[in-house]
T-cell receptor, first 111, second 115 residues
Framework: AQSVTQLGSHVSVSEGALVLLRCNYS??????LFWYVQYPNQGLQLLLK??????LVKGINGFEAEFKKSETSFHLTKPSAHMSDAAEYFC?????????FGAGTILRVKS | DAGITQSPRYKITETGRQVTLMCHQT?????MFWYRQDLGHGLRLIYY???????DKGEVPDGYVVSRSKTENFPLTLESATRSQTSVYFC??????????????FGEGSRLTVL
């Protein structure tokens, strides 16, 4: 069965600093992987997705993620954090026709 | 506007009462899903549907009932609400077929409190 593990339920960075949110996956087949973002009192919206094409995936709002098969990882990064990036981020893996989500990482951005 | 809408957005009910959360999508997506979001657990799948009249259990289906008589609607019913069902519920949909990467499109959520 497919699963993802997000390392760190809370991450705090200063404005302008690198953002790194970690996700490791487990999948018996080549995975489709996703990062979603959730702002307060809103639904989830797609940041980016990996579908077995390029291993470095660029998403919205300056985020990108790199698929590393050898490490079974799909970490999310952004070179310079902005206050508006404060939100909860979810990594997910496709399992059949469903998505299996991680527990989420809350990103706090300090001024 | 096109999209996926949930109602009600907020609901307070009492233990033992029946509650129905509605979900409507205008994209004609084949697949629809109900997730619940709880602190520390992320999103957990309750039920999903591949098409009208086809539904299947997810990870946490106990205490919930779904139906899908029309492609665009996917209501979720709590037949006898319990405090453990206090949560935020998200409906989502996705396309099917060869272009399907599994990407989900989410509603804004329904926050349910069971007293």
């Amino acid at each position: 069965a497919q699963s993802v593990t997000q390392l760190g339920s809370h991450v705090s960075v200063s404005e302008g600093a690198l953002v790194l949110l970690r996700c490791n996956y487990s999948s018996s087949v080549p995975p489709y992987l996703f990062w979603y973002v959730q702002y307060p009192n809103q639904g989830l919206q797609l940041l980016l997705k990996y579908t077995s094409a390029a291993t470095l995936v660029k998403g919205i709002n300056g985020f990108e993620a790199e698929f590393k098969k050898s490490e079974t990882s799909f970490h999310l990064t952004k070179p310079s954090a902005h206050m508006s990036d404060a939100a909860e981020y979810f990594c997910a893996v496709r399992g059949g026709n469903k998505l299996v989500f991680g527990a989420g990482t809350i990103l706090r951005v300090k001024s | 506007d096109a999209g996926i809408t949930q109602s009600p957005r907020y609901k307070i009910t009492e233990t033992g009462r029946q509650v129905t959360l509605m979900c409507h999508q205008t994209w004609s997506h084949s697949y629809m899903f109900w997730y619940r979001q709880d602190l520390g657990h992320g999103l957990r799948l309750i039920y999903y549907s591949a098409a009208a009249d086809i539904t299947d259990k997810g990870e946490v289906p106990d205490g919930y009932v779904v139906s899908r008589s029309k492609t665009e609607n996917f209501p979720l019913t709590l037949e006898s609400a319990t405090r453990s069902q206090t949560s935020v519920y998200f409906c989502a949909s996705s396309e099917s077929g060869g272009r399907n990467t599994g990407e989900l499109f989410f509603g804004e959520g329904s926050r349910l409190t069971v007293l």
